[in-house]
């Protein structure tokens, strides 16, 4: 009902004019506000913006008025519906059995130059089906597989125009044995790695380059998107990006820019086996990119689907109770999850904490390294000004990362201008002692090989000195030369001497298959649950064959316990993010 003239008008039809204003829906309504669907207000009060996508159009259709469009903004709906009709249209493959799978897959007659199981089939089905997708993939699942057949098959059905894929990759993806290895067995494109603008003039069928390039090219100095830059001037078809948990973070320069490129794809892909390794609110970025599914802004998203825990040194934006459900459901129509255990026969994985003695001393230190450090979060007071909370957070991540080098057998001393680090060994260090210890009982079988991972550069440098003593190891940490990684990679997967790998967990992320290992010790914990779980699946993953069983050294009554217990937590996010609903 609306008041108009001193009495209310029964049955009067309620109008949303929508026009186009700078490539956004334009709507305007009467005594509605429509900010709660994450529509930007304008000034004038009653009239807001909204992106063009899928998701707004919907939320359009339910606001209760009658939606009127202009000439142009109804060619762009029946664009949006043409869109949806497409995404309904291919949940069907999520429900098929495989035997329905396999006769549409041989009705589209799909390009297979090598067999793809069931779960590749309906993943690719799928992706093609709606031309937008979050193909969020376990490990061992086939991402590489899954990529380069959908590229395939969009040139082989003329949907995209010759050279007009673009692939975004970490960098360790792009090695020779990953990526582009990988598409001379799946299919028959060739392909250029791109590291500087004239790459972009060679021909080939698909583009390959990492975040970083992508920010080098689209980006300017002041963090804004270059609208006439390299890529744009390319006009891509089709991006597929491999490990899209790269853009988690709403507010990096690297994900608001990829967010405007995405605009003008057609075909877009992102795929992840770990797509929201620390909260479900990482999810809001990704499904951004392929149409907005949950809100035009992280702002209303955040409000909508999560609330503020303070404490008086710090805030953080936490989930709301069921959110994690809610959200699944909103990407449900562009997403498809799948565990590797559900579609891949592997072996089982046990894991066993071992609870390492703590000697007096180091003990007596730990103590003195942890006074210090709630010493520093009592120190907080909201009367802080910017620069003085900046040292107050630098401080107590200094004092808090100097209580885990203490576990781990050495302390890192700096001068007053954080220079010359020099790190200074303890006398005593159990975890190097038990290591050993432990190392000499498992490769006293010979088919036993061991990953040894580490938290810290000093401490990796430690282990493999006192190790090398013994056995033949190779290493993997940061700042390596690519001669000098792959020297060792090669060490390592080559030589049936070198039985122990010593690596840092965020050196080997992604895209390696180290199987012949069947044991994983953590000689230290893990806060990053990416880095936790991207490195145990180097060796449990599809053609494993053996029982991995993981290790997990603790100092009892420690820091340790607690970064344990939070990554288990995060772990129970990506399992319930991958079963479905």
């Known amino acids: 009902r609306i008041f108009h003239g001193g009495q209310f008008l029964m049955n009067t039809t309620l109008e949303a004019k929508v026009s186009l204003k700078n490539n956004k829906f334009r709507v305007e309504v009467i005594n509605r506000d429509l900010t709660y669907l994450g529509f930007k207000a304008q000034k004038r009060f009653y009239t807001y913006n909204a992106e063009i996508t899928v998701s707004n159009l919907l939320e359009l259709k339910n606001i209760g008025y009658e939606v009127v469009y202009s000439p142009e903004a109804l060619e762009k709906r029946d664009e949006l519906?043409?869109?949806?009709?497409?995404?309904?249209?291919?949940?069907?493959?999520?429900?098929?059995?495989?035997?329905?799978?396999?006769?549409?897959?041989?009705?589209?007659?799909?390009?297979?130059?090598?067999?793809?199981?069931?779960?590749?089939?309906?993943?690719?089905?799928?992706?093609?089906?709606?031309?937008?997708?979050l193909l969020y993939l376990e490990m061992g699942i086939g991402k590489t597989y899954v990529g380069s057949v959908i590229a395939q098959q969009l040139y082989n059905q003329k949907l995209i125009k010759p050279k007009s894929v673009l692939l975004i990759a970490p960098c360790t993806l792009q090695d020779k044995e990953n990526w582009p290895d990988e598409l001379g067995k799946f299919c028959d494109l060739s392909h250029v790695i791109v590291s500087k603008e004239s790459d972009f003039e060679k021909s080939a069928d698909i583009y390959i380059m990492n975040t970083e390039k992508f920010k080098k090219f689209c980006?300017?100095?002041?963090?804004?998107?270059?609208?006439?830059?390299?890529?744009?001037?390319?006009?891509?078809?089709?991006?597929?990006?491999?490990?899209?948990?790269?853009?988690?973070?709403?507010?990096?320069?690297?994900?608001?820019?990829?967010?405007?490129?995405?605009?003008?794809?057609?075909?877009?892909?992102?795929?992840?086996?770990?797509?929201?390794?620390?909260?479900?609110?990482?999810?809001?970025?990704?499904?951004?990119?392929?149409?907005?599914?949950?809100?035009?802004?992280?702002?209303?998203?955040?409000?909508?689907?999560?609330?503020?825990?303070?404490?008086?040194?710090?805030?953080?934006?936490?989930?709301?109770?069921?959110?994690?459900?809610?959200?699944?459901?909103?990407?449900?129509?562009v997403s498809i999850f799948m565990k590797a255990e559900d579609h891949i026969v592997l072996p089982p994985y046990i894991i066993q904490d071992i609870e390492v003695p703590m000697p007096h001393e180091m003990d007596v230190l730990y103590q003195k390294v942890e006074h210090d450090y709630m010493m520093t979060l009592n120190s907080f007071t909201s009367k802080m000004n910017v620069a003085e909370r900046k040292m107050y957070f630098e401080n107590e991540a200094?004092?808090?990362?100097?209580?885990?080098?203490?576990?781990?057998?050495?302390?890192?001393?700096?001068?007053?201008?954080?220079?010359?680090?020099?790190?200074?060994?303890?006398?005593?260090?159990?975890?190097?002692?038990?290591?050993?210890?432990?190392?000499?009982?498992?490769?006293?079988?010979?088919?036993n090989n061991v990953i040894i991972w580490t938290r810290f550069r000093a401490e990796l440098d430690e282990i493999y000195e006192a190790l090398t003593q013994k056995w033949v190891c190779a290493y993997g940490k940061g700042g390596m030369s690519k001669s000098e990684r792959r020297a060792q990679l090669d060490l390592w997967l080559h030589s049936k001497h070198c039985r122990v790998m010593i690596a840092h967990p965020g050196a080997f992320m992604y895209g390696h298959t180290w199987n012949k290992a069947n044991f994983n010790?953590?000689?230290?914990?893990?806060?990053?649950?990416?880095?936790?779980?991207?490195?145990?699946?180097?060796?449990?993953?599809?053609?494993?064959?053996?029982?991995?069983?993981?290790?997990?050294?603790?100092?009892?009554?420690?820091?340790?316990?607690?970064?344990?217990?939070?990554?288990?937590?995060?772990?129970?996010?990506?399992?319930?993010?991958?079963?479905?609903?």
């Not at 990119?289 to 689907?305: C, K, M, P």
């Not at 576990?407 to 038990?434: A, M, S």
């Open 81 to 133: 519906a043409k869109a949806y009709k497409r995404i309904l249209e291919g949940q069907k493959y999520k429900q098929f059995s495989d035997a329905q799978i396999d006769t549409a897959w041989e009705e589209q007659n799909i390009y297979e130059k090598l067999p793809a199981d069931p779960a590749q089939k309906r993943t690719i089905l799928f992706g093609l089906a709606i031309h937008k997708a």
């Open 219 to 333: 980006v300017d100095d002041n963090g804004d998107y270059i609208e006439d830059n390299p890529i744009d001037r390319k006009k891509f078809d089709c991006c597929i990006f491999d490990e899209s948990t790269k853009i988690k973070t709403h507010n990096s320069i690297t994900t608001k820019c990829f967010l405007e490129f995405s605009k003008r794809i057609k075909y877009l892909y992102l795929m992840s086996g770990l797509p929201a390794p620390n909260t479900i609110l990482q999810l809001w970025s990704q499904a951004a990119a392929v149409g907005g599914w949950l809100g035009d802004s992280y702002g209303h998203f955040a409000v909508r689907y999560a609330t503020e825990q303070r404490r008086e040194n710090y805030s953080r934006m936490i989930p709301k109770p069921n959110a994690e459900t809610e959200i699944r459901k909103r990407i449900d129509l």
């Open 398 to 447: 200094s004092v808090r990362a100097k209580m885990l080098q203490v576990l781990c057998g050495f302390v890192i001393d700096t001068n007053e201008k954080d220079e010359d680090k020099r790190i200074i060994r303890l006398t005593w260090n159990p975890k190097l002692d038990k290591l050993i210890e432990h190392l000499e009982v498992l490769l006293a079988d010979e088919t």
């Open 521 to 581: 010790i953590y000689t230290s914990a893990v806060e990053d649950n990416e880095h936790y779980s991207q490195s145990r699946r180097r060796n449990y993953r599809r053609g494993q064959t053996r029982t991995v069983r993981e290790y997990r050294y603790v100092f009892v009554g420690t820091l340790e316990k607690q970064i344990w217990k939070s990554t288990v937590n995060k772990i129970r996010l990506d399992q319930f993010l991958k079963r479905g609903l």
